[in-house]
């Protein structure tokens, strides 16, 4: 992220983008790695799942079909017209088992131990402070349980949805450093640091 921005400008530069984005956020370009991300998890049923960054639910739903009638998946993100989005989505296709609220992953307003599993969709590269975030998925995750994270690599890929974006709709991506976590071996470091093991 740019080093010129404050952590609260750059929080704020972050959810208006995606505020702006929420009603035309490609849900079908997601999709396929939220249900993928979902698979890897090896979720069981009857579990309580939290997904950082939900979006507009390419993680969020598929986990909750995971999870059964039995468990819950409550999604947090910090731009609220993403909320409303995927909320809109959970009243509408009537899923019982999930919620969405607002929320900053540096602040997870949740007990120590609450969950089974926390999942990430390319959303931790958008979080002002990671390591903080990460501390706080590591106290809100109950001992021996699962993250389970996706997130950009060094290739074109984001260039080419923002590139969409700003030519289908007219929304300019923020002047952001970067928007991946860097290679394997420095992601699982950030991961260890944070005290994360059987990374």
Known sequence: MSKSLDPAAKKALVANWFGRAASVYFSPFFSYPGHRLVEFAKIPKGVQVLDVGTGTGAVLFPAALAVGVDGHVTGIDFAEE???????????????????????????DFPDASFDCV????????????????????????????????????????????????????????NLESHHLGNVEALNRLLENSGFSNV
């Open 119 to 174: 999942l990430s969709g390319f959303a931790l590269s958008y979080i002002t402070d990671i390591q903080r975030a990460l501390g706080e998925i590591q106290r809100v995750l109950r001992p021996g349980s699962t993250l389970a994270l996706s997130t950009w690599g060094e290739g074109g890929e984001l260039a080419i949805l923002y590139r969409a974006l700003e030519v289908e709709f007219n929304i300019v991506q923020p």
């Open 82 to 108: 993403m909320v409303r989005a995927s909320s809109s989505t959970i009243t509408r296709k009537d899923v019982l088992n999930a919620a969405v609220r607002r929320m900053d992953a540096e602040h997870l």
